[in-house]
């Protein structure tokens, strides 16, 4: 089997310094100005990992160094190199390799990267070649990707095991980032891809909004208000959800972003994985508190757009002091499906999993597994 693999180096580098993205070369630039570190290609790492020992008989092609070829042959995995990438990669490269794939006859293209990297791909592929994408991105509302790096390598050593046996169209979505970071989601639907059809390690696209109606958003806002404490730091997640509990307070917060709020007042706005230490180091280990929600349709509460909330700083807080709140309507739109904890780290990924408490209305909450 010939499978193409490539790598968006870039991907995701904007997630830890608040830039919600790391599209443009002017965002790319601002997000190493703020210390930004590559890390698709860890991501990517994992996956790969999965599936190895069972490529012996494939046939890989892929650009040359951080593009995929590095990476497949410290996997000892051998690949045909298609071109020497740009320096500084741009979605000229992935388009070009795409090209190349599809020029060869490839039968599967395994791709880590975001929306945008999806989008570039799809503009060129659309659902000609199935793909499993290796989420390593920020936003990652396309359902062309596995909830997991570590998924997306199961399922393709299930495909090579000859384990796949239907496929399903999904859709490539990307948002409008310079209106992201102003507040403004607009999501538009680039096309579809096909993928194997298998929920278990594939998510599905974002879904919008809080879910429900504005009269349960507000109600659930207004509880998780009054459960505040007096001296405790409250780290607020992204999300619609979060927005309406900086509305409640009367606080000028980020739809997007992390903000920090304590004794009423906002403590931090749109904050960085550094700025988020920092605000935590000030106060003591058992005044510390996340609220996060849930990604809609998808489940997630760590790693979509929340990258700023890093391994480092989930460690900082106790599990106790982690509330997560979603209205009935949205956690009803999972259908029953865990929710995932995608930090980028496997080991505290293990250590999340179990139940945790959702408060969905007041006084109201359920016990969700986390998978």
Do not use: W
Not at 52 to 57: D, L, M, R, T, Y
Not at 123 to 140: F, L, N, T, Y
Not at 177 to 188: K, L, P, T
Not at 219 to 229: P, V
């Amino acid at each position: 089997m010939k499978i193409g693999f490539l790598i968006n180096p870039v991907a995701g580098m904007g997630g830890r310094v608040a830039l919600k993205g790391t599209d443009g070369e002017d965002t790319l630039r601002r997000a190493l100005e703020l210390g930004a570190v590559p890390m698709a290609g860890v991501r990517a790492g994992e996956a790969v990992k999965e599936f190895a020992a069972s490529a012996g008989g494939c046939r890989f092609y892929s650009p040359s160094g951080a593009m995929g070829a590095d990476l497949l042959r410290s996997c000892g995995i051998e690949t045909e190199l298609l071109f020497d990438p740009s320096e500084r990669t741009t979605p000229a490269d992935t388009k070009r390799a795409a090209e190349m794939m599809l020029a060869l006859g490839v039968g599967l293209v395994v791709f880590a990267g975001g929306d945008g990297t999806a989008r570039d791909i799809c503009s060129v592929i659309g659902e000609s070649i199935p793909v499993i994408g290796i989420p390593a991105g920020v936003k990652i509302h396309s359902g062309v990707y596995a909830k997991r790096p570590r998924d997306a390598g199961m399922l393709v050593n299930k495909l090579l095991l000859g384990r796949v046996k239907r496929f399903a169209a999904a859709e490539v979505v990307d948002i409008d980032e310079e209106a992201f970071r102003d507040n403004v989601v607009r999501a538009r639907l680039y096309g579809y891809m096909r993928i194997p059809d298998d929920r278990e390690f594939m998510q599905d696209r974002k879904s919008g909004g809080s879910g429900g109606s504005a009269e349960e958003a507000a109600n659930l806002a207004a509880f998780a208000a009054l459960s505040m404490k007096p001296d405790t730091l409250y780290l607020l997640g992204s999300g619609s959800t979060t927005k309406q509990l900086t509305d409640r307070l009367g606080l000028d917060g980020t739809l997007l972003g992390v903000d920090a709020v304590m004794n009423g007042k906002l403590a931090g706005k749109d904050l960085t994985e550094a700025g988020i230490k920092e605000l935590l180091s000030s106060v003591e280990r058992s005044r510390r508190s996340l609220i996060i929600t849930v990604i809609g349709g998808q489940g997630h509460i760590f790693g979509r757009g929340n990258q700023q909330l890093s391994p480092e700083v989930i460690r900082m807080i106790p599990r106790e002091n982690i509330m997560v709140i979603a209205t009935p309507a949205k956690m009803a739109q999972l259908f029953g499906k865990s929710l995932i904890a995608d930090t980028g780290d496997s080991s505290l990924d293990e250590e999340l999993r179990g139940y945790l408490p959702v408060i969905t209305g007041h006084a109201r909450k359920m016990m969700a597994k986390v998978s």
